[in-house]
């Protein structure tokens, strides 16, 4: 029996990174400062050891799929790793597939608490299947194919956690480390 993987994606790009609408809606005029709204909790609490060949593995496959496209290949980045690495411990913690932390924080959230800089990072995520599978079921999808094969991003994380039911749930951070 084969699992077909769930993929989802997020797009934080830095025109909308750094901003914030005010509670209740955008009804501010225009110039007008809305109250300072604190972001969610950044770091995710859930945390467990990555595999690093499996991990590497998942790089290879973003990167294999980049070069055959003729986009450029991602270098690597512990950051991202580790932002990728928290997210998928924390979806298998909770079962859930989703860009969303369990505590309400988002990739740009999740960056900022690792100290990258959020002028462009994506996520795409999976559960199931091996690297390979996984990747291809991004580029046959319209939004996370554009995600993948963005010529924005230049670095790359990849993160793996074995659920409880067994199955493996991906986490991949494509970023720009524009500081």
Excluded: F
């Excluded at 901003?19 to 604190?38: R, T, Y």
């Excluded at 496209?69 to 932002?83: F, M, N, P």
């Amino acid at each position: 029996m084969s699992v077909k993987p769930i993929a989802v994606t997020l797009l934080s790009i830095a025109a909308l990174a750094g901003c914030e609408s005010a509670p209740g809606g955008n009804d501010l005029a225009i110039g007008e400062v809305g109250p300072v709204v604190a972001p969610a909790e950044q770091a995710l609490a859930a945390s467990c050891a990555g595999n690093a060949a499996a991990q590497q593995q998942m790089a290879d496959a973003v990167n294999a799929a980049r070069a055959a496209e003729g986009k450029t290949v991602l270098a690597s980045s512990d950051q991202l790793v580790q932002i990728a690495q928290s997210h998928a411990c924390d979806m298998a913690a909770t079962g859930r597939a989703t860009v969303a932390g369990s505590n309400g924080s988002n990739v740009v959230d999740r960056a900022r608490a690792a100290g990258y800089p959020t002028c462009g990072v994506a996520q795409l995520i999976s559960v199931g299947g091996q690297p390979g599978g996984v990747v291809a079921s991004w580029l046959r999808s319209e939004p996370q194919r554009v995600e993948l094969l963005g010529q924005l991003s230049d670095e790359v994380g990849a993160g793996v956690a074995q659920g409880p039911d067994g199955r493996m749930w991906w986490s991949v951070v494509l970023g720009n480390d524009c500081a």
